[in-house]
C-alpha cells in the first residue's frame, strides 16, 4: 500500500477513467459519458437552481496521508473528508471533488495541507462514490456493503482544530458519509 503524502489529482483522473473504462466490469455501465473534475472551493451547500439542475453532494471519509511543508513532519489520518457534487443530465456525467486539508499540530502554522492517498483508498473512495451515482442517477437499489467490509481502527480523537473541513462545518466525522442531497 503507498504511503504518499502528496495530492496528486492525476492519481483521482486515472482511477476514475479506468473504473469507467473497464468494457466486460464498469462501474457506470449505462452509456452515458463521466467526468471528474477538482473544485478546491467546494461547499456542502446546493443553491436552489443547482438542485433544479439535478446535482447531488456525497461526503466520503477515508485515509490519507499528510506532509507539513513547513516543519515536514508527516502524520496519518482515518477521517479525511473528500466532498463531491454529482449529477447526470442529457447523457452526461459530472462529478466535481474537493478535498480537505489538515493542519500540522507541530508547527502550528494554520496552514491546511492536502491530503496524499493510496491508489487502494482512491479505488475505494471513488466505488463509493459509483454506488451513490447507481442509486441517485439509475434508481439502482444499493447494498449496504456496496464496497466490501473496511477495517478502521481509531487511535487518535479527531482533531477538530486541525480540519480544514470542521472549520467550514462539512466535516464527515459525525454523519460518517452517507450524504444523500
Same mark, same amino acid.
Given at each position: =500500500?503507498?504511503?504518499?503524502?502528496? $495530492?496528486?489529482?492525476?492519481?483521482? =483522473?486515472?482511477?476514475?477513467? @479506468? ?7 464498469? @462501474? ?5 459519458? $463521466? ?8 461547499? +456542502?451547500?446546493?443553491? =436552489? ?6 446535482? &447531488? ?11 507539513? %511543508? ?27 471533488? /474537493? !478535498? ?20 487502494? @483508498?482512491?479505488? /475505494? %473512495?471513488?466505488? /463509493?462514490?459509483?454506488? &451513490? ?6 434508481? @439502482? ?11 478502521? &481502527?481509531?487511535?487518535? !480523537?479527531?482533531? &477538530? ?15 460518517? +458519509?452517507?450524504?444523500?442531497?
Amino acid at each position: =500500500m503507498g504511503q504518499s503524502t502528496d $495530492w496528486v489529482p492525476s492519481l483521482w =483522473m486515472d482511477t476514475f477513467a @479506468e473504473l469507467l473504462d473497464d468494457d466486460d466490469d464498469s @462501474e457506470l455501465d449505462y452509456g452515458d459519458q $463521466w467526468s471528474l473534475n477538482f473544485n478546491y472551493s467546494l461547499t +456542502d451547500k446546493l443553491a =436552489m437552481n443547482e438542485r433544479k439542475k439535478g446535482w &447531488k453532494i456525497y461526503c466520503y471519509s477515508g485515509f490519507a496521508n499528510f506532509q507539513c %511543508a513547513s516543519c515536514s513532519k508527516v502524520w496519518h489520518s482515518a477521517k479525511v473528508t473528500l466532498l463531491f457534487h454529482y449529477r447526470l443530465r442529457s447523457e452526461r456525467g459530472s462529478v466535481i471533488m /474537493r !478535498p480537505f486539508g489538515q493542519a500540522c499540530r507541530s508547527c502550528n502554522n494554520n496552514q491546511f495541507e492536502l491530503p496524499g492517498f493510496s491508489q487502494e @483508498e482512491v479505488e /475505494r %473512495a471513488l466505488l /463509493r462514490l459509483f454506488a &451513490k451515482i447507481r442509486k441517485n442517477c439509475y434508481g @439502482e437499489e444499493q447494498d449496504s456493503d456496496d464496497c466490501g467490509p473496511v477495517d478502521k &481502527k481509531f487511535t487518535k !480523537p479527531h482533531e &477538530k482544530s486541525l480540519c480544514q473541513a470542521c472549520s467550514q462545518g462539512i466535516c464527515c466525522q459525525e454523519d460518517d +458519509d452517507d450524504d444523500d442531497d
